[in-house]
């Protein structure tokens, strides 16, 4: 008994020894240089950017996304992005859906780096909650010529899977794009907080979700400059829920309003 006792005695601290080393290495390879814990009164506008428009996204969406605290504000730490079915309208333009779109744009701009952010997810029909990245200035071209970085896009009506893609090539619509989906092996990523991460360096690209790779990416092109182009300037980062558009379809009389995607943390790390 003693001599068991030892041996799992042993074990542990060769657990607690690895686990502590592996958390040592992962601290000095990556340097935080941009976060937000969401933990003010409202949003940070040093930070972020709210969008305010009735564009659709060049998808046909169907929502409005607006500045209000109905569609965006900060509630117990968590940045709230609520699709909203109120008719609510901006310069002339009435829309059946609003919701909440944010940007870093000007205020948070990277080349490289592990971009993490913790959210959790509405599912229903009609739902297209993202969390992605634009190229800050378009030194390549219109879309998708300078790139589009989509770190996770969830379609509501299938809510144990999430997209991560890149966009690329020509601008549209010649543009190309190429990705794949990962699904979690029980419950949906409304259930509770996920963390979706995506690891950029020149000529690779990589994405988790909760620290697990499902993805590596190191083929891609641009019309206007050589590899690793487009992927060789700052992007911003995107946080929407939109509602409605040719990725998921409409709502239905099934799906759920008000609805909310709920982000804990946005964390940019560097080497």
């Known amino acids: 008994m003693k001599v068991h006792i030892a041996g799992l005695i042993r074990s542990l601290m060769l657990t607690l020894v690895v686990t502590v080393s592996g958390q040592q290495a992962r601290s000095e390879d990556w340097r935080l240089v941009w976060s937000d814990e969401f933990d003010g009164p409202q949003l940070n506008y040093s930070q972020w950017e709210t969008e305010v428009n009735a564009f659709g996204g060049g998808n046909h969406e169907l929502q409005i996304y607006t500045d209000r605290e109905e569609n965006v504000r900060i509630e117990n730490g968590r940045l709230i992005l609520e699709a909203r079915r109120d008719h609510h309208g901006i310069a002339g333009t009435v829309r059946e859906f609003s919701s909440g779109r944010i940007r870093s744009k000007h205020r948070g701009d990277w080349k490289y780096g592990r971009m993490e952010v913790r959210a959790r997810l509405p599912h229903g029909q009609g739902l297209w909650p993202a969390i992605w990245m634009l190229p800050t200035e378009e030194k390549y071209g219109g879309w998708a010529s300078s790139g589009e970085i989509d770190i996770m896009e969830f379609k509501g009506h299938e809510p144990d899977t999430v997209w991560g893609t890149l966009h690329f090539g020509k601008s549209w619509p010649d543009n190309e ?95």
């Open 177 to 271: 794009h190429q990705g794949t989906t990962w699904k979690l092996p029980r419950g949906t990523f409304s259930d509770d907080f996920h963390t979706f991460a995506l690891e950029w360096k020149a000529g690779e690209m990589k994405w988790f979700v909760d620290d697990t790779l499902y993805q590596t990416q190191t083929k891609w092109n641009s019309a206007g400059g050589p590899f690793p182009a487009p992927f060789d300037q700052k992007f911003h980062l995107i946080l929407n829920l939109a509602v409605g558009g040719q990725f998921v379809g409409a709502p239905d009389a099934t799906t759920t309003f008000p609805s909310r995607m709920e982000v804990d943390f946005v964390r940019v790390y560097q080497r």
